[in-house]
């Protein structure tokens, strides 16, 4: 079964830091383009970032140089570290999977949810 | 960045009506870049429509996605109960990868 779950967020103070991570089931992460998005309390979905195939990597304007996309390929896991995190940083973050053949996203996780408030 | 407009914000029908929900972007999109998503409360989202009029795996036939150029459709031909939701178009592009409407409300009458 094709599968996401996310684990790692928490409630942190303005200015912390967070590592979320994704754990892959019934599929290869390295073989597919892998993103997060998040949706903050009772809003609408932002994508945040993403992970190519070959390993590069893009980012929302908003997350740009405080968050960093990576992956684990032995692990079959994609991660987020969140640094810098303030107020509208608060959200759940979707752990996704971009369909191979076309545009749009086929797979999501259940989410983790990251609270920032001091 | 290309804004994706819903409307209406809110929808409110009775099952077995029919419900057209309408996102239009702010600069031509292309047909096959074009998706739209249903979540329910407490859900992640899922995915309905790709390129604009493709359904996807699994996806009822009571559901289907029209449009081109900004202007594009998702119409439920006859609301079932589990059809109340939340509905986010989505289309992609160069950078940010993906932008999402703000999504349209399809609550009971």
């Known amino acids: 079964e094709v599968q996401l779950v996310e684990s790692g967020g928490g409630l942190v103070q303005p200015g912390g830091s967070l590592r979320l991570s994704c754990a892959a089931s019934?599929?290869?992460?390295?073989?597919?383009?892998m993103s997060w998005v998040r949706q903050a309390p009772g809003k609408g979905l932002e994508w945040v970032s993403i992970i190519y195939t070959g390993g590069a990597t893009s980012y929302a304007d908003s997350v740009k140089g405080r968050f960093t996309i990576s992956r684990d390929n032995s692990k079959n896991m994609v991660y987020l570290q969140v640094n810098g995190l303030g107020a509208e940083d608060t959200a759940v973050y979707y752990c996704?999977?971009?369909?191979?053949?076309?545009?749009?996203?086929?797979?999501w996780g259940l989410g983790t949810t990251v609270t920032v408030s001091s | 960045e290309i804004v994706l407009t819903q409307s209406p914000g809110t929808l409110s029908l009775s099952p077995g009506e029919r419900a057209t929900l309408s996102c239009r972007a702010s600069?031509?999109?292309?047909?096959?870049?074009l998706a739209w998503y249903q979540q329910k409360p407490g859900q992640a989202p899922r995915l309905l429509i790709y390129g604009a009029s493709n359904r996807a795996t699994g996806i009822p036939d009571r559901f289907s996605g029209s449009g081109s150029g900004p202007d594009f459709t998702l119409t439920i031909s006859r609301l079932e109960p589990e059809d109340f939701a939340v509905y986010y178009c989505?289309?992609?592009?160069?950078?940010?990868?993906?932008?999402f409407g703000q999504g349209t409300k399809v609550e009971i009458k």
């Open positions: 600069q031509s999109v292309s047909s096959s870049h």
């Open positions: 989505q289309q992609y592009g160069s950078s940010p990868r993906y932008t």
């Open positions: 996704t999977r971009d369909n191979y053949y076309y545009y749009g996203i086929d797979v």
């Open positions: 019934g599929f290869t992460v390295s073989s597919n383009y």
